[in-house]
């Protein structure tokens, strides 16, 4: 019976004094105990999920609560969202503009051409017409000396396009459709995806270190600061996440 009890204590069960105990009893007692211990280890076991899912669950950060009044008395609110929000904007008109499996004078007339350091529209520069539905005809007799600065401007837009040169008139076939066509203007999409990602990364370190300037804001309210400052700007990358995966299911005809 000695030999029982010290086995029971080791299990950490709380232990009762027995005396002249019968066998039957004493057999009762054991089986009550081990159904009292498994019940025990499955309550703490549930307790250490429920303290798992309080966390948040392992590695999965906690969702960051924005206080915009607090926000702005230490920082310029309203500037920090705008430039996030136009950088997703431009993408978008980016994503519309040179990016469609058809590419139409609507989309050459608009393109920006960068000229000593001043941007304008190739509309502004030159005459734009088609030829056929298959050729573009861009006449840049009016400004020549910026048809370096065209050509260039078309190889970046990501409309995949191949200007032939012929004196100050430019002819631009409009490729075909191919699969290969395709591909290459997801990977346009994926391009200027991470362009305005980083542009938004870029408004975020710019106000996290003026944030670091500010001494007279404690250490806590800082950390929280910055906190909601990464929260904000990954919810714009996150906004234009969803819509490069919409435009490269509609380049790859998914």
Request: charged content about 30%; overall charge positive.
């Amino acid at each position: 019976m000695l030999r029982n009890a010290m086995h029971l204590a080791t299990l950490g069960v709380r232990q009762t004094r027995v005396i002249n105990c019968p066998q039957k009893h004493l057999a009762f007692l054991q089986n009550n105990c081990s159904n009292e211990i498994n019940l025990q280890v499955a309550r703490d076991y549930a307790k250490g999920k429920d303290k798992k899912k309080e966390k948040g669950g392992k590695g999965k950060p906690g969702k960051v609560e924005i206080n915009e009044q607090q926000l702005r008395e230490i920082l310029n609110f309203d500037g920090l969202n705008s430039q996030m929000e136009k950088s997703v904007l431009q993408m978008k008109e980016d994503f519309v503009k040179h990016l469609s499996l058809r590419s139409t004078s609507g989309a050459i007339d608009t393109l920006r051409i960068k000229v000593d350091g001043q941007e304008h529209e190739l509309q502004e520069l030159a005459q734009i017409s088609r030829k056929n539905p298959k050729t573009i005809i861009v006449n840049m007799i009016g400004f020549p000396q910026t048809i370096p600065d065209v050509l260039k401007a078309i190889e970046k837009s990501g409309m995949n396009l191949n200007p032939q040169q012929d004196g100050t008139t430019l002819f631009i076939p409009i490729p075909k459709v191919t699969k290969e066509h395709r591909e290459n203007l997801s990977k346009n999409a994926k391009a200027l995806f991470v362009k305005y990602r980083d542009a938004i990364r870029g408004v975020q370190n710019e106000h996290i270190r003026k944030l670091k300037k500010q001494p007279e804001l404690g250490k806590d309210d800082a950390f929280a600061a910055q906190a909601q400052v990464t929260a904000i700007a990954d919810r714009f990358i996150s906004e234009a996440d969803k819509l490069l995966a919409s435009k490269q299911k509609e380049l790859l005809g998914d």
